[in-house]
């Protein structure tokens, strides 16, 4: 099979990532990298042996023989990026959150719409639809064994913000550049997971929300961050659907990522990220109408790393024509929710 020829715009710390699981995929070969500078730039040239490269990303799309790119740079930069791509025919794999602003959003929806013969693939689908927890939950749900839902419970809330673990993110920290925070950083996972497994049926009707800035005290007095640390919503959905959602990263607390289910008949509690535990307690009306409890475990074993799986993913939907598991559409009704949060 001939090798997609993909180009990365952003090489950073994701873009690394990406460049990786491309060549451990086999189905692609990165010819060109874009970085901001000179400097970046040389130093991943080295480091992943890749011939090609520039400081101006229109330079990849003028290459006729790219058959797709990956948007690896900041959410504020993706709007005039993906247009640019898609103008040039090339398909996309595109990084979260895909926007940092409403105005944005309601851009990225039409220019996508206009390309409808080209892939956009969006990256929140990886650590939410591509593992394994995703379709063990969303089966028990199908199957009827807790009933109707009617109320979802999330929380994850932790000392550590995003610049512990990308000391070269600064940009996430301000909202213009990065949209938000954990609620931007980790919700669009959040709701891929907790709305796809409902088959993205439930429609968004009120939110009630709070959110906290300044809590985080940064050993660098540099540090600007004017994104929120904490903060929580209630939520309410079609069908009679009810989801408390809290998000903390800089917050003075510790809780572990939790989410539980409440049907009618049942209850899921469980950790849905894939390298937290696999276990899942099931409560449960019997045959007998006797209440129970038992201790699911979903297997694990087959699953590698859940940014292989999203690049295996894009490129099934390259050569094997497979439908994305987030669209551009899908992210953007996700990221309406969580903006909304927010007051944005």
């Not at 099979?1 to 990786?20: C, E, F, L, P, T």
């Not at 940009?171 to 907790?194: N, R, T």
């Not at 497979?322 to 969580?338: F, G, Y």
Request: proline share 3%.
């Amino acid at each position: 099979m001939k090798k997609m020829k993909i180009g990365i715009i952003g090489a950073g710390m994701i873009g690394d990532v990406h460049i990786n699981n491309i060549l451990k995929d086999g189905r692609g070969e990165v010819i060109w990298i874009a970085t901001q500078t000179e400097k970046t730039l040389k130093e991943k040239l080295n480091k992943h042996h890749i011939q090609k490269g520039t400081t101006r990303y229109q330079e990849i799309l003028e290459d006729s023989s790219i058959n797709a790119v990956v948007i690896a740079s900041p959410p504020f930069t993706h709007l005039e990026m993906v247009k640019n791509a898609l103008d040039s025919g090339k398909h996309i794999l595109l990084e979260k959150p895909m926007v940092a602003n409403r105005k944005d959003l309601e851009d990225i929806i039409r220019i996508v719409e206009s390309h409808p013969d080209l892939l956009v693939l969006e990256c929140s689908c990886r650590h939410a639809r591509l593992q394994p927890k995703f379709n063990f939950i969303k089966s028990i749900i199908d199957k009827g064994q807790i009933g109707e839902v009617y109320h979802i419970h999330h929380n994850h809330l932790m000392r550590s913000t995003f610049i512990e673990y990308n000391p070269r993110g600064r940009w996430a920290l301000l909202s213009e550049k990065g949209g938000g925070g954990p609620f931007i950083d980790w919700g669009v996972y959040d709701l891929s997971f907790h709305l796809g497994i409902l088959n993205d049926l439930p429609e968004i009707r009120t939110i009630q929300s709070f959110t906290k800035n300044g809590l985080k005290v940064f050993q660098d007095p540099g540090i600007v961050s004017d994104i929120e640390e904490h903060g929580a919503a209630f939520m309410t959905f079609s069908e009679g659907l009810t989801y408390y959602y809290e998000r903390g990263s800089g917050v003075h607390f510790e809780e572990s990522n939790e989410t539980r289910i409440f049907g009618t008949k049942g209850a899921l509690r469980f950790a849905f990220c894939s390298w937290d535990s696999s276990e899942v307690d099931y409560y449960y009306i019997d045959e007998k109408n006797q209440e129970k409890h038992k201790k699911l475990q979903i297997d694990m074993s087959q699953h590698s790393d859940d940014n292989f799986e999203l690049i295996r993913h894009f490129m099934d939907c390259l050569t094997e024509n497979k439908e994305p598991r987030m669209t551009v559409q899908l992210a953007a009704k996700h990221l309406d929710i969580l903006f909304r949060i927010l007051n944005k």
